[in-house]
T-cell receptor, first 114, second 115 residues
């Protein structure tokens, strides 16, 4: 079945450091890929998405490129801020079976130090 | 506009009791999903409703779990004879099926604690 593998956390960075959170997937069809963020005490929010190969999603300085050849969707940010401290979830949605449910990675906790 | 709302925000119950969790999706969203977020299992899909179609119940962990969606809008997730392993945050999401690549919008969740 479909699956998402996400790098283990927690990740601790200093402010202005470069961030990469790895995400790879397996899917039988042609999924859409998403990054969601969960700030402390808040619900899941969509950060960015990509719906086909080579698409790049971007938002709030974060970027991720849908790489079909490596089945990856790594999240990057050039300069993190303390306010980026949160848990990040990679997810895919594959409607091949008729159900567009999300398959989530395990989440990566990011802590940014001032 | 209003987002997905869930109630109650917190629920503490005793083992063996039944609980009902409610979800109000975004108006006009035809698809509704329930997920469970727990420390040991991460985010798991539970059940999916789309319009008048039969729901996809493939993620429900046991027959103690059931859900319904009345009038294509509000949904209730019911857990019967709760067990301690049911303690988790239950998330509801909705989407416009066939639009926006089925991007899902999540509610704030209901934190269930089974004592």
């Amino acid at each position: 079945g479909d699956s998402v593998t996400q790098m283990e956390g927690p990740v601790t960075l200093s402010e202005e450091a470069f961030l990469t959170i790895n995400c790879t997937y397996t899917a039988t069809g042609y999924p859409s890929l998403f990054w969601y963020v969960q700030y402390p005490g808040e619900g899941l929010q969509l950060l960015l998405k990509a719906t086909k190969a080579d698409d790049k999603g971007s938002n709030k300085g974060f970027e991720a490129t849908y790489r079909k050849e490596t089945t990856s969707f790594h999240l990057e940010k050039g300069s993190v801020q303390v306010s980026d401290s949160a848990v990040y979830f990679c997810a895919l949605s594959d409607g091949t079976s008729g159900t567009y449910k999300y398959i989530f990675g395990t989440g990566t906790r990011l802590k940014v130090l001032a | 506009g209003a987002g997905v709302s869930q109630s109650p925000s917190n629920k503490v119950t005793e083992k063996g009791k039944d609980v009902e969790l409610r979800c109000d999706p975004i108006s006009g969203h035809t698809a509704l999903y329930w997920y469970r977020q727990s420390l040991g299992q991460g985010l798991e899909f539970l059940i999916y409703f789309q319009g008048n179609s039969a729901p996809d119940k493939s993620g429900l962990p046991s027959d103690r779990f059931s859900a319904e969606r009345t009038g294509g809008s509000v949904s209730t997730l019911t857990i019967q004879r709760t067990q301690q392993e049911d303690s988790a945050v239950y998330l509801c999401a909705s989407s416009r099926q066939g639009f926006d690549h089925n991007e899902q919008f999540f509610g704030p969740g209901t934190r269930l604690t089974v004592l």
